[in-house]
Nanobody
Framework: QVQLVESGGGLVQPGGSLRLSCAAS????????MGWYRQAPGKERELVAVISSGGSTAYADSVKGRFTISRDNAKNTVYLQMNTLKPEDTAVYYC???????????????WGQGTQVTVSP
């Protein structure tokens, strides 16, 4: 199987920055798309940003120009640089990966445990 471990969340003031990291580990055969989702209290989980194995990216309109997703394929790690943070960015951020383990014939969706990001004065 594949495990995703996130780090980098925390409390930051409006206008500040945070960088999230997510490392995939385990019995990995290949990692395809990786991305970040978030879920605020009382709201559904939403896509924040996604990056393909080739480096193509897509962002939610609400974070375009402020967040940047990147990845290090050698380390099976995805990053989310979050700048100019707003209170409405407060949520639990989840790492997602579409990956194939060596014990599976087909790729599957994997999720991290989530990391809290709080933007408050």
């Amino acid at each position: 199987q594949v495990q995703l471990v996130e780090s980098g969340g925390g409390l930051v003031q409006p206008g500040g920055s945070l960088r999230l990291s997510c490392a995939a580990s385990g019995n990995i055969f290949s990692v395809y798309a990786m991305g970040w989702y978030r879920q605020a209290p009382g709201k559904e989980r939403e896509l924040v940003a996604v990056i393909s194995s080739g480096g193509s990216t897509a962002y939610a309109d609400s974070v375009k120009g402020r967040f940047t997703i990147s990845r290090d394929n050698a380390k099976n790690t995805v990053y989310l640089q979050m700048n100019t943070l707003k209170p409405e960015d407060t949520a639990v951020y989840y790492c997602h990966s579409h990956a194939r383990s060596r014990s599976d014939f087909n790729p599957k969706d994997y999720w991290g445990q989530g990391t809290q990001v709080t933007v408050s004065p």
